[in-house]
């Protein structure tokens, strides 16, 4: 992952400065807007914050904040909130690394995303808040997962085992931290083997083990301050001059805690990291009550107080309530001691009940461990068959495309075919193109037989002379071409039978003796042709399809182009688009 890339790269660096002719370079590099170049330069100012010292680091990423917000790409902006959390507060921290987070999810780079996540995860954990901790590690390990990131699950699996360590699950942490150092010859990361080691003497001094913790803790130092060193070790030292400090002060050894203590507070000052230094204020103050300086302890203990409220930490506030409620004690004023013991079981109770939760998350964490391991399985499974979907997809788009074009060419047919009906004589309708067989059966069901009644008393059909239907069809043809019947919206076989006087069903025989239509067909097929020959004219262009089927004898839209579509076989728009692009190529 890019975060702990540029730890390790930081960690290679020379300490303690900026070369400002460099960061000049760099940022000229990183908006000539070139990539991948201007994206490695990134990364490498990001390191030139990690080698600088406190003042130095923080004005850098002032400037590079300045000067990156406004850029087009926002990749170096969001590197830049992601890492100047060492130089800020928790809030300061964690608005920052919000801004990050949403900016990398709306840039889409995930990485950063999951890389914001990640740091947000860090400051929750290292402010003993392991149920916020867990979710954001969780939520960068879901986008790793989906992004199928190359970095190794080591990463991600020592964050959850510092989880289960911030919960008080020790077990559990401790056997993640001895698999990962078994794993270590596969690595050579500096940062890795210190917290690894600083880690499990966490654990062995919870536990009790103190000769262990001590161990553990002496080497991860040694490892810490040997050369190179970094800006970004400083912190590190300071931490592990803390832990010492309280290791020997279980221990008894007062003498040498207070040696670790000195150092510790010299380096916090000299470094400018003093996140660590509420811790060494508390453990001086159970120096200086060992030998009976109660006023000095009091003293100390407050100050402790205030830098707490600046960096947060539940155990700190723990730790200073049970210091204060043994001083009191120690001095003989008993009644504040009562106080500040009960001021320390009620904080305790608060840092309990957090970690309760964070153990529920953990067995959420299990779960959603499962779940992305099934999908690891799955994943030739899935790859093999998004292949071959995407293969069947691609072939099927073609074959659709072909279609299209051969529709496209078919109707462009069928649009010429109905221009020549529509003006080839004014007594033809337009034909029915296609008609559905369900259609043929509803009319054969619907058909109005005529009937007449023999002399023995039975039914039978009825042969209707062929004068009357050519003279019926006759009479009809003359009201179609010269009053243009089939313009009347409500026209039906009734009320044209009654004009012609005669009958529905007469009328209807006459209608297909003629023509083999139906009486609808036919006065639809006129209404057609008038249709087209509006689509054809100049004014077509200011017409909408609405008014042409009105103009045509037709109720509504719905209905004209449904019709109108079984007796062309296209659609009234793509007849008049074809119309309008024919009159272009000719004008």
Known sequence: MRVFIIIFLANLCLFPGIQSEKVDSLLKIWNSQKFPEAEEAAGQLVVQ???????????LSRRLLRESVQHQNKFLYINILIHSYRFHVFDTKS????????????????E???????????????????????????????ILSDIQSNASLDEINQLIADMHFFAGEYDEAEKIYLQLMEQEKNFAKHWRFITLRSNLGLIKFRQNKLDEAESYFLTAFEKLTAPPMSASDSSGMVYHFRKLMEVNLAKGD?????????????????????????????????????????????????????????????????????????TFKAA?????????????????????????????????????HQILQQR??????????????????????????????RLRKSHKLLVE??????YSAASVPIPVVERMAEEEEEEEENADPVTVRTTDGTQGKKTIDETLLRELSSKLNHLIQEEKIYLVHDLTTANAAERLGTNRTYLSQAVHHGSGMTFPDLINGH????????????????????????????NNRVTFSKVFQKHTGVSPSFFMRDIWARNREAG
């Open 332 to 368: 003989g004023d008993y009644r504040q001691a009562v106080n500040y013991l009960e001021q320390w079981v009620a904080v305790s109770k608060t840092a309990d009940s957090i970690f309760n939760r964070a153990k529920i998350l953990h067995i959420y964490a299990e779960h959603n």
């Open 95 to 110: 608005r920052m690394l919000n801004e990050a987070a949403e900016l990398a999810r709306s840039e889409n780079l995930p």
């Open 417 to 422: 075919k109905n221009l020549e009906l529509a």
């Open 49 to 59: 914050m990690y080698v600088a010292d406190f003042e130095s680091g923080l004005a």
């Open 376 to 405: 690891a399985e799955g994943l030739q499974r899935e790859k093999n068959l998004i292949i071959g979907i995407l293969f069947i997809s691609i072939a099927s788009f073609l074959i659709l495309i072909a279609y299209y074009f």
């Open 527 to 554: 209404r057609v042709r008038e249709a087209i020959q509006i689509m054809n004219s100049d004014e077509s262009r200011s017409l909408t399809i609405d008014s042409i089927a009105e103009r045509s004898g037709f």
């Open 254 to 326: 007062y003498k040498k805690g207070e040696e670790y203590c000195e150092k510790g507070k010299y380096y916090a000052e000299k470094f400018k990291q003093f996140a660590e230094l509420p811790g060494l204020y508390i453990g001086y103050a159970e120096i200086l009550r060992h030998k009976s300086k109660f006023d000095s302890a009091k003293a100390v203990l407050s100050l402790a107080e205030q830098l707490e409220k600046e960096y947060s930490d539940i155990r700190y506030k723990e730790a200073i309530n049970r210091e204060r409620a043994y």
């Open 112 to 142: 950063l995303q999951a890389a914001a996540y990640t740091f947000k995860s860090i400051i929750f954990r290292d402010n003993s808040m392991p149920d916020s901790a867990m979710m954001y590690a969780l939520m960068a390990k879901t």
